[in-house]
Each structure stands twice: as structure tokens, then as C-alpha cells.
């Protein structure tokens, strides 16, 4: 607490210096002397001090001062906006090295979560928010008259004061005036955006009202049900549990033989306020939209083919509610584009319009009874389904799904299910696997697999990772801008998707079968299948894990077991050598002086424990170097005489070097090192070591010397 106190202790002091320099600055801020005092009280005052705590006084005057300069002056209903890197050389004041963005706009809702959310979209990290809400007067132009603190302004009783929000974002320092700029009309095109959706609000819910009464008072041919669910749906959403963003009526209309979607001029609200191209060519539909537009049913549940740029980065839910001519035919629709609020995610479906009605024929068209273990088993299924994908899924389809995915529940496999958009801009791909086969690493393999299979631009996802013994991945595939998503096989992509899963467990289990047959197999995985640690994994795959575990079984009551090999990128004269070993670890002063001795030089040492069901091992694999290539037919030779040496049977000195350096048997090794003792005890002159040498230096001799 104390830590706490003197860091807003050191703010005030800040503040307090800035208000010291704003009292001694001359020129054209003095005449605004109390406006200014006023702002810098109120501009600092909800920021949090390790924000600013870096700073100095100057820093401080000089970004509300500049702040202020952009506020001067700005005409009703606009937003202002200013994207720059401030410097000491050029402004007086700077910002931690950081490049500054001051918008000054009418205050209302979703302004910074799509102003943050418009910079997260270019791959700006933001470092800093100062958010002052101010009461301000203006006059007729828009010149600033006096401004005082937002809050509490719903008390006020002065009509003229204006409520802004002046929002200070720090981003990583940039200083090219080309990308200030496009930053800068990024920035101006979703607050019109925020703007247009705010202002039309209202207008926008009395309108899905207006659907409902005229739904009720003129019911289109379709069936009463299906006539009362829509009515219903669109009252639940205008209840706040939809962020309306934009609307327009649209007339499908028939040209030069083509089904068109023709936006009526001056219905539209919102983000879709402004009549863009009205023109015919502008609404021409796919065949398979065509149909779906002819389709006689009340409502359009999707997702536009773009993100909205207010209050989340995610893409547009879109509601159309088709209109029907005096003849029963389908002759328009009537959009709404927003949000569906945190509630249509999270509240029972049960209390949803639309989705309880899909529940119903679900749980009816399966046979089952709410009350029984499988009713409730498959109304779990449906609350956590992706609820977009319930919205948009057809019962026919849904039905399919969710019987697969309540028998796989008892099952440890994957499977995909996909559905196609209507009109070929994205794929929904279902993927329910093992929960504790999902990780991270398993989600972007998925994702990259789809992604290249697809031929998609994006693949989005949710995870969902619960008590439930199944993972569920929802991806969304969507395709190029002005392309479809290709036909694909589904089965084969499942399978890949499954191989994505495949642990390096699951690999070495099949190895072992492969290698050991199914009874053998199965046993060795239940004592090696969690043995190999994390390092070794990664340093080698489950088929030579597999090869690994034939030589420690091979291990017995011997002390040891040896392999030598040369790796496929191995350099001239570089081999590896992998010790096997059970009960106890190796001593590397033990191991070392023998295979120096062989006239190896040791570069490297892996060493792996492994934790077995039936006891601990090791597996040393040591990197060996010598001058020249391993010769064919030395990977026997150096083994046999390795654990020759180790268990005893044969002495480890400079005349081991020769199995290598000639290719001689351990034994026969022995029987030129038995010569040069006897030839010591008869006399010669020369020493052991000199003698190894002589014969190192003469293989063909020593090769001589043992066939005698």
C-alpha cells in the first residue's frame, strides 16, 4: 500500500510540474490559460502513474497541450484525428519513444474497443491509453469554448455541454509520414463506423420491432411454428441481445434471366447508411445463393464475408428476414448486420428462439426422451456446440452430427465434420478429438494441414477443452476474396487431421508392433511406451527408439549392450556409438579411456534415463571422430571388442586401436600383444608403446603376424 501511495504521490507531483510549466508558457496557449489548467487536471486524472511515471513535467504539458490544439476546433458530428511521432527537436515533449494517436469525437460506446482492436488488425502493440471524458462547449462552428470533467454528466442540466472522449494511444514509434497517414484514415473509417452504428441504433431495433408486428399482422405462407419462431427470435435479439450495426431491404428481382439482390435506396442504417452501387450487375448471386434466396423459409442465419470494425475484431453476424409478394414467392429480404451479444453464447438454447426449436426436433427426431441418460447426453452435445454453427445449421444436417459425436464419446478417435457456406466463402470444420491428444502444437498442424488442403486465405479457430473426455476445434476456412473453397475429399483430410494427433508414443507403439509382433508389441509398450524422455524424442524418431528397446532387451544380465552407426549427414570420419545400460548408470571415466584407446576421439556425450515400468536405463550415445572413414565391416568388429574389454576379457591399451585402424579381431589383437610381451621378456629393446606404434603405422605386418 505504501509502494502504491508514492507512486500517486509522484503523479501528483508530475501533474503539479506540468501545471508550473502551462503557468509560465507564453504565446498563443496563455489565452487559454483556464482551459488549459482545467484540461491538464482532468486529462491525467484516471491514468494509472506507472503509465507516466518515466516522464517529465514538459511530457506531460506537452501532450495535453497538444491534445488540446487538435480539439480547438471540430465541427458536429466528426471525428478528429491525428497520428504523429512526437521528438524533442520538434515538439518539445516526446513520448517514451513511442508514435501518438490523439482522436477527439463525440463520446459513446465501443470507442476504444474499436479503436484498439483497428491497431491490433495492423500489427500495432499498444503501450499506453489516456482516456479523459470531458464536458465541453462549442459554438456553432465548433470552436472550443470551455471544457470541465465528464463525470457525473448525466446530472447536468446544461443542454449546450457536449460530452467527448479524447483518447491519447501509444503505439511502437514509426515515423513514416505514409504510414502515419494510412494509419491515421484506417482510424477516421471505423469511428464513421461507430459513429453511423451508434446513431442508428434505436432506428435500427424499432425496425426488427416493425418486422415482428408486421409478421404477426401479415404472416407470410410459411408454416405458424416457423412464422412464431422468427417473430420471436428478432424481439429476443432487439432485447439487447444483438449489437445492431447496420440494416437495408433489399428487392430480389429477376435481369436478363439472373436472380439479383437489389439494395433499396434509403433503407439502409448504420454501417450500410450510405447507397453505394445500387446498380443490377452490383447483386447478382452465385447458383447457389440463387437457390438459397428462392428458398421459402423466414429466416437467414450466416456470417458476412467481413469483420467488423466496432466493439470486436470478429466477422459480421447477419440476419435476413425474407419478404414474401401477395403470390407467396420469396421478392426480398431484409438484413441486419451486427453482433450477437455474449448472452446468445452463453444462455441455455433452451431460452433462445430458433435454437430451442432445434433442440426439440433434435432430441424428437432421435428417439430420445429429455429425461433419459441419451437425451441428456445429446442436449449436452447441443449447449456446447458452436452456437453460430446451430444458428446456421439446418436440423437435417445437425442431426447427423450430433449422433456421431454422442457414440464417439465412446470411442478414442477423431473426426471432422464440415459444413459448407452457402454462398462457397468459407468452410466450418468440426473437429472432435481425445482431450489429451489436443495441444497447441496438434491445433497449428490442423490448422496448416486445412489451410494447404483448403487452399484457404485464413483458418480461424476456438478450442474447447473441458472436464468431457473429447476436445473439440472449430475452424473456419475461408477462402481467397473472389474465390470458392475447392471440392476436397473429406476422408482423406480426416485422416491426415488424425495423423496430426499421432503422439511420438502412438509411433513407437505401432514401431514395436511392427518390429516385435502384436503379443511381443503390446508388452514392450506397456514397459517402454512413457520410458524416453523429452530429450530423446526430439533428437530421434519412434522407429530407432524401437530398435533402441531390441538392444536393451538384448541387455539381459550382460553389464552393457553396444551400437555403432554412422549418421546419414555424418562427416568424414565421424560415427556415433550408443552404450546400453541397465540398474546402474555409467562412469564416463570408465567408458572414456576405452574408446580413446580404440583410437576414436569422443566430441560429444547424449546422455538419456529412462524410466521403465520394470526398472531404470540408460542410453549413452557418444559422438566419435577419427582421421579416416569407418571401414566396411567395423561396426562388428569394434562392438565385439568393446565388450570385450569391458567384461574383462581383453585389455584396453594402444594395440586396441588396431580393430579399427586393420580391421583385426579382438582376439587376434590379443595374440599381437601376447608377441610384444614375450618378445620384452626375451629382451627387445623396445617399448610397448613403441612397439603399437610400429604396427599401427604397419598394418599389412600385423595382418602378417597373425596369420602365422
Not at 381 to 396: K, N, S
Not at 439 to 455: F, G, S
Not at 663 to 687: D, N
Request: aromatic share 8%.
Amino acid at each position: 500500500m505504501q509502494g502504491s501511495s508514492s507512486m500517486e504521490d509522484a503523479k501528483d507531483q508530475l501533474i503539479a510540474d506540468a501545471l508550473k510549466i502551462a503557468d509560465q508558457r507564453r504565446g498563443g496557449a496563455s489565452q487559454d490559460r483556464s482551459n488549459v489548467r482545467d484540461l491538464l487536471s482532468l486529462y491525467y486524472h484516471h491514468v494509472a502513474p506507472e503509465d507516466i511515471l518515466g516522464r517529465s513535467g514538459i511530457d506531460l504539458y506537452g501532450a495535453a497541450m497538444s491534445h488540446y490544439r487538435l480539439a480547438k476546433t471540430r465541427p458536429q458530428g466528426t471525428a478528429a484525428v491525428r497520428v504523429f511521432a512526437p521528438s524533442i527537436d520538434d515538439n518539445e515533449w516526446a513520448a517514451e519513444g513511442h508514435s501518438v494517436i490523439e482522436v477527439v469525437t463525440d463520446d459513446m460506446p465501443f470507442l476504444v474497443d474499436s479503436v484498439t482492436m483497428a491497431l491490433t488488425a495492423e500489427d500495432r502493440a499498444v503501450h499506453v491509453v489516456i482516456h479523459p471524458q470531458l464536458l465541453v462547449r462549442r459554438d456553432v462552428t465548433g470552436e472550443l469554448r470551455e471544457l470541465s470533467d465528464g463525470d457525473g454528466a448525466e446530472a447536468t442540466q446544461e443542454t449546450d455541454l457536449l460530452r467527448e472522449s479524447w483518447m491519447h494511444i501509444e503505439i511502437e514509434r514509426d515515423t513514416d509520414p505514409a504510414e502515419l497517414e494510412r494509419i491515421e484514415q484506417t482510424l477516421l473509417r471505423g469511428l464513421r463506423d461507430v459513429r453511423e452504428a451508434v446513431e442508428d441504433w434505436t432506428k435500427m431495433g424499432e425496425q426488427a420491432r416493425r418486422i415482428v408486428r408486421d409478421l404477426e399482422s401479415q404472416p407470410p405462407p410459411l408454416p405458424p411454428a416457423e412464422v412464431a419462431e422468427g417473430r420471436a427470435l428478432l424481439e429476443w435479439l432487439a432485447d439487447d441481445h444483438f449489437t445492431f450495426l447496420g440494416y437495408r431491404e433489399y428487392q430480389l428481382q429477376t435481369v436478363e434471366g439472373e436472380d439479383v439482390l437489389r439494395a433499396i435506396a434509403g433503407t439502409g442504417l448504420g454501417i450500410l447508411r450510405a447507397d453505394q452501387d445500387m446498380s443490377p450487375s452490383y447483386g447478382k448471386l452465385p447458383p447457389d445463393a440463387r437457390v438459397k434466396a428462392r428458398e421459402k423459409e423466414l429466416l437467414i442465419i450466416t456470417k458476412a464475408n467481413s469483420r467488423s470494425t466496432v466493439h470486436r475484431p470478429v466477422y459480421l453476424d447477419y440476419v435476413g428476414v425474407k419478404a414474401f409478394d401477395e403470390s407467396g414467392e420469396v421478392c426480398g429480404e431484409r438484413r441486419f448486420l451486427g453482433l450477437f451479444s455474449s448472452a446468445a453464447y452463453h444462455e441455455s438454447l433452451m431460452r433462445i428462439p430458433v435454437l430451442r426449436e432445434k433442440a426439440a426436433q433434435l432430441l424428437d427426431m432421435s428417439g430420445f426422451s429429455a429425461l433419459s441418460h441419451s437425451g441428456k447426453a445429446l442436449m449436452d452435445i447441443l449447449e456446447t456446440y458452436p452456437r453460430d454453427e446451430l444458428f446456421q445449421t439446418p436440423v437435417a444436417e445437425l442431426l447427423p452430427v450430433t449422433r456421431s459425436v454422442l457414440h464417439l464419446r465412446e470411442r478414442r478417435q477423431l473426426r471432422l465434420f464440415v459444413r459448407r457456406d452457402t454462398y462457397g466463402r468459407y468452410l466450418s470444420c468440426l473437429v472432435y478429438l481425445p482431450r489429451d491428444r489436443y495441444t497447441t502444437r496438434v491445433r497449428e498442424r490442423m490448422q496448416q494441414i486445412l489451410k494447404a488442403t483448403l487452399k484457404a486465405e485464413t483458418v480461424d479457430f476456438t478450442a474447447r477443452v473441458s472436464e468431457s473426455v473429447l476436445a473439440r476445434l472449430h475452424f473456419v476456412a475461408r477462402a481467397v476474396p473472389g474465390t470458392t473453397l475447392p471440392d476436397f475429399d473429406e476422408a482423406a483430410l480426416e485422416q491426415k487431421l488424425a495423423e496430426a494427433t499421432r503422439s511420438w508414443g502412438d509411433d513407437l507403439a505401432v514401431a514395436l508392433t511392427d518390429q516385435f509382433g502384436e503379443g511381443t508389441g503390446a508388452r514392450l509398450v506397456r514397459i517402454y511406451g512413457d520410458a524416453f524422455p523429452e530429450a530423446y524424442k526430439e533428437d530421434f524418431p519412434p522407429r530407432v527408439a524401437a530398435a533402441d528397446v531390441r538392444r536393451m532387451e538384448e541387455v539381459g544380465d550382460a553389464p552393457i549392450a553396444l551400437s555403432l552407426y554412422e549418421p546419414f549427414d555424418a562427416a568424414e570420419g565421424e560415427a556415433r556409438v550408443k552404450v546400453f545400460r541397465t540398474s546402474t548408470p555409467l562412469s564416463l571415466s570408465d567408458v572414456l579411456p576405452v574408446l580413446s584407446a580404440m583410437g576414436v576421439e569422443v566430441v560429444d556425450e547424449r546422455p538419456y534415463e529412462m524410466h521403465r515400468s520394470t526398472g531404470p536405463a540408460w542410453i549413452y550415445d557418444f559422438g566419435l571422430r577419427r582421421k579416416a572413414r569407418m571401414p566396411a565391416g567395423a561396426k562388428a568388429l569394434f562392438q565385439s571388442a568393446f565388450m570385450a574389454v569391458w567384461s574383462g576379457r581383453a585389455e584396453s591399451d594402444g594395440f586396441s586401436a588396431l580393430v579399427l585402424e586393420g580391421c583385426i579381431e579382438w582376439r587376434q589383437v590379443s595374440i599381437l600383444r601376447a608377441y610384444a610381451k614375450y618378445f620384452r621378456q626375451g629382451g627387445l629393446p623396445y617399448s610397448q608403446e613403441y612397439i603399437e606404434l610400429a604396427l599401427r603405422a604397419n598394418v599389412p605386418i600385423a595382418h602378417l603376424l597373425v596369420q602365422l
